[in-house]
């Protein structure tokens, strides 16, 4: 199945800044998928990145807000933009790593916004 | 959003069989049954997933009833490293492939 690596595992930010996440993938992939998951909560889907046209966002998030680039078959980063405290949460990358494997998650970016 | 329900929280001995109930009565004839499980803050990890015939693979098996309004997931026997939050999802394979949209999941908790 398909290996995941995000950077950075964590970080602390001041508020007002912006934090850029990579999601790289050991193969090509169509379809990358950006989730978020907030202290105590389940996961969230922010986005789906697919290489060579716009990012589509889930209802309640924007590309002003969450940024996302897709330049080839095996990365992505994803901007979370002028933080604030509520976007303390863990980011992940999602891929699709085959019929056998279903979609495999990277280990996540633990954002604390101070 | 989600379209399953699951009960919050289960337990089990270790060792025995852990059965974990999921109903998604909504579900589409395309659609597919995800299980995941996510062991403290890690990042999911998937189990097994199905679309209408029973599935078994070395972690796990995937029991959907025939009207496929409801599934079991059965680790045949559990151990403390079971302890986690498992995840049923249903997910397309239209326009919707790939995405999973979680609920909240059933934490279960394997005790000695």
């Known amino acids: 199945s398909a290996v995941i690596s995000q950077k950075p595992s964590r970080d602390i930010c001041q508020r007002g800044t912006s934090l850029t996440i990579q999601c790289q993938v050991d193969?090509?992939?169509?379809?990358m998928f950006w989730y978020r998951q907030q202290p105590g909560q389940s996961l969230t889907l922010i986005a789906t990145?697919?290489?060579?046209?716009?990012?589509?966002?889930e209802s309640g998030f924007v590309i002003d807000k969450f940024p996302i680039s897709r330049p080839n078959l095996t990365f992505s980063t994803l901007t979370v933009s002028n933080m604030s405290p509520e976007d303390s949460s863990i980011y992940l990358c999602?891929?699709?790593?085959?019929?056998?494997?279903?979609?495999?998650f990277g280990s996540g970016t633990r954002l604390t916004v101070v | 959003d989600a379209k399953t329900t699951q009960p919050t929280s289960m337990d089990c001995a270790e060792g025995r069989a852990a059965n974990l109930p999921c109903n998604h009565s909504?579900?589409?004839?395309?659609?597919?049954v995800y299980w995941y499980r996510q062991i403290h803050s890690q990042g999911p990890q998937y189990i097994i997933h199905?679309?209408?015939n029973n599935e078994t693979n070395e972690m796990a098996s995937l029991i959907i009833t025939e009207d496929r309004k409801s599934s079991t997931l059965i680790l045949p026997h559990a151990t403390l490293r079971d302890t986690a939050v498992y995840y049923c999802?249903?997910?397309?394979?239209?326009?919707?492939?790939?995405?999973?949209?979680f609920g909240r999941g059933t934490q279960l908790t394997v005790w000695p």
């Open positions: 193969s090509q992939v169509t379809m």
């Open positions: 999602s891929v699709d790593a085959g019929a056998l494997y279903g979609y495999t």
């Open positions: 199905g679309l209408k």
């Open positions: 999802i249903v997910s397309g394979r239209g326009s919707t492939l790939g995405r999973l949209y």
């Open positions: 909504t579900i589409s004839g395309n659609e597919y």
């Open positions: 990145a697919n290489q060579g046209s716009e990012a589509t966002y």
